[in-house]
């Protein structure tokens, strides 16, 4: 039984290999063989993980069995690839044609398409390694002197003069009328308030000389006018209750994997009412043990088979979105089902 068996050192890592093994639109950029369309003609016979595909190709009279086999290294991944006739034969001339393809697809157009994928991860904002480092401005703390014996004579003099203005509080206390007129207040410069009239006994309107009877409009205690109730100020702080936000998300598969192998989706969140969302999550339910390798515009974290997308803020009218991308291992037509703030996505 004749076999073609090649192996190749690729300086990316393993997952970005088996994306280009597996996806289909960029398993189509890459493997061209003479006379054979392998995305449209393979059959999967079997996944393991992301280390090992098997799958047949048929071709006229010709069956052939391809392994791929993926193993990470220090500074990448190997990929070996091994295919042999199930049944049929090849020509020589068409084997040593179809080893000529796969030397090229191999180490040319495979380590071109990685590239690629790797220069689409790659943050332009970010700064380039070896430049120099932004300035770091020094903040020195001020340290005030110490004035710990003036602040002593300070005290000192407050003692005293807080004494003082308590002998005088007492003096006036004392000092008011037998008949109970208190004394005159000191002068700030505005007029003093003029002395309730009260009525005597006698019918002699005067300033409180006799026991007075107190007026309607008089306190029973002191005999001041009582002042009319007043509703209380609204308190300072209070808002009116917040707008609320109402979530919406639209869920698309963009593209599937080789032969239905994984797939890529998108969801698009809106936000439709007056207020903003302190923050959103879309809760995607996947089939079987299919397992999300990695996700642009969210963070997600995976829980058997629901994975939970999570964002930021997101503003009245305002949407964001969101795409993920999905490992199967089998043929998978995608998510069981998509929510956002418990309702279904369209």
Aim: proline share 8%.
């Amino acid at each position: 039984m004749s076999e073609i068996r090649m192996d190749v050192d690729l300086e990316h890592p393993a997952e970005r290999v088996w994306r280009a093994l597996t996806e289909e639109k960029l398993l189509s950029q890459w493997l061209e063989l003479p006379g054979f369309a392998p995305v449209g003609e393979a059959e999967v016979t079997g996944v393991e993980g992301q280390r090992r595909l098997a799958m047949l190709w048929d071709k006229d009279e010709l069956s052939t069995r391809l392994v791929w086999e993926l193993t990470p290294t220090p500074d990448g991944a190997t990929l070996i690839l091994r295919q042999s006739c199930v049944y049929g034969e090849w020509e020589d001339a068409e084997r040593e044609e179809l080893r000529a393809a796969y030397d090229a697809v191999l180490h040319e157009r495979l380590p071109a398409i990685l590239d690629w994928l790797a220069f689409q991860e790659v943050d332009l904002n970010a700064p380039a390694p070896g430049s120099p480092a932004e300035p770091v401005t020094e903040v020195i703390p001020f340290v005030a002197p110490d004035h710990r014996k003036s602040r002593g004579r300070r005290r000192v003099a407050l003692s005293t003069a807080g004494l003082v203005l308590l002998a005088i509080v007492a003096v006036a206390a004392l000092t008011r009328t037998g008949d109970g007129e208190p004394a005159a207040a000191p002068q700030t410069g505005a007029p003093a308030a003029p002395s309730p009239t009260v009525t005597t006994p006698g019918g002699v309107a005067g300033l409180g000389t006799g026991a007075a009877s107190p007026s309607p409009s008089a306190s029973p205690t002191t005999g001041t006018p009582t002042r009319p109730a007043t509703s209380a100020p609204p308190k300072e702080g209070t808002t009116a209750p917040a707008a609320p936000a109402v979530l919406g998300a639209d869920y698309e598969t963009t593209s599937r994997g080789i032969l239905g192998l994984g797939y890529e989706g998108k969801v698009t969140v809106s936000n439709t009412g007056k207020g903003a969302a302190a923050q959103w999550a879309v809760i995607i339910t996947l089939r079987g043990r299919a397992q999300v390798t990695e996700a642009d515009g969210a963070e997600f974290r995976q829980e058997g088979n629901k994975v939970t997308f999570t964002g930021a803020d997101l503003a009245a009218a305002a949407s964001v979105t969101f795409e993920f991308v999905v490992d199967s291992g089998l043929a998978d037509e995608g998510p069981e089902a998509c929510e956002v703030d418990g309702k279904p996505c369209s």
